[in-house]
């Protein structure tokens, strides 16, 4: 029950956070283009995206043995939440500046107010780009957690239920959603995943766990104790 | 052809933001596997998480240096 509510969070939060900037891209095509082309963009990334994870999560879940998934996915899943972990101790300590999905709608406004005179097909290829790209995280987050713990379904659940609800946000506010604190969300996530990773590509290296699954509550308490003190060494006034 | 090259990049980019901080921790992994393979201590596990902690505490430190600098 733990694995699969922590599966679901951890591909709930990931994809929620994806789904806002995506949202961003999209919701500025459609407010200066009109609806038909962005919405059909996003439709066939969508597609492109499940797709992916139909093809991948069966390949992975049917044909890798438990030990070499879990250390490769596991591995895999080390290296993206730091990263994630990296860009959120620098955003948290002021060096790099937070995630402004108001200045990104700004950006694709003025990308598309030189293009206005061309095809519609400008604003299908925007959308499309910008969901499948940032949809590529929330397919690698699902997959793996999903794939790793054997939860594929509430992996896919979690993911699509992130999707509905930001969307939902975004039809009725009709504007980015910049209050949604990205950061905080990206940290969280990044110590979720970080934490996974280690405890299952330990496994998949033949490790025992004492306390098996909980042995994770551990690890997630080390890496946040490590950025807090990368925070605190690095700390300065927040940038503009 | 643009669209291939950021989807490219992207995947990448999920792996690797910093270069040398991804492969210490590939390193730190390796050799974390290798002494978990050959000695099957417990412990081994949560050293190899503390070294992996400790490589963010320093590979962040040394970006916000970079940057101030």
Do not use: C
Request: charged share 15%; net charge positive; hydrophobic share 60%.
């Amino acid at each position: 029950m733990g694995a699969q509510l922590l599966t679901f969070g951890a591909a709930f939060l990931g994809s929620a956070v994806e789904s806002v900037e995506a949202l961003t891209i999209v919701l500025a095509v459609g407010l200066t283009r009109g609806w038909r082309s962005p919405l059909l963009g996003t439709l066939s990334a969508l597609v492109l995206l499940g797709l992916l994870v139909a093809i991948f999560g069966q390949l992975i879940v049917t044909r890798v043995p438990e030990l070499t998934l879990k250390l490769i996915i596991g591995t895999l899943i080390v290296l993206f939440g730091l990263r994630w972990l990296h860009k959120a101790v620098l955003r948290s300590a002021g060096v790099v500046a937070l995630h402004d999905e108001n200045r990104a709608y700004a950006n694709t406004l003025e990308e598309l107010r030189d293009a206005r005179e061309q095809h519609d097909w400008i604003g299908f290829v925007l959308a499309l780009k910008g969901v499948f790209l940032e949809g590529l995280e929330v397919v690698f987050i699902v997959i793996a957690v999903g794939g790793t713990s054997g939860g594929m379904g509430v992996a896919v659940a979690g993911g699509l239920l992130a999707m509905v609800v930001v969307a939902g946000a975004g039809v009725v506010v009709r504007k980015p959603l910049a209050q949604v604190p990205e950061n905080t969300l990206k940290y969280a996530v990044g110590i979720i995943l970080t934490s996974v990773g280690t405890f299952w590509a330990a496994e998949g290296m033949g490790a025992q766990w004492p306390l098996d699954f909980v042995s994770i509550l551990g690890l997630a308490v080390l890496y946040f104790v490590a950025t807090r003190i990368a925070i605190m060494l690095i700390r300065r006034p927040a940038l503009a | 052809m643009s669209f291939l090259r950021s989807a490219i990049s992207e995947v990448v980019g999920l792996f690797v933001g910093d270069w040398f901080q991804s492969v210490t921790s590939v390193v730190i992994l390796a050799v974390g596997w290798l002494a978990l393979t050959r000695f099957h201590v417990a412990g081994l596990a949560f050293a190899m998480a503390l070294a992996l902690a400790v490589q963010l505490v320093l590979a962040t430190s040394a970006e916000a240096r970079r940057k101030k600098a």
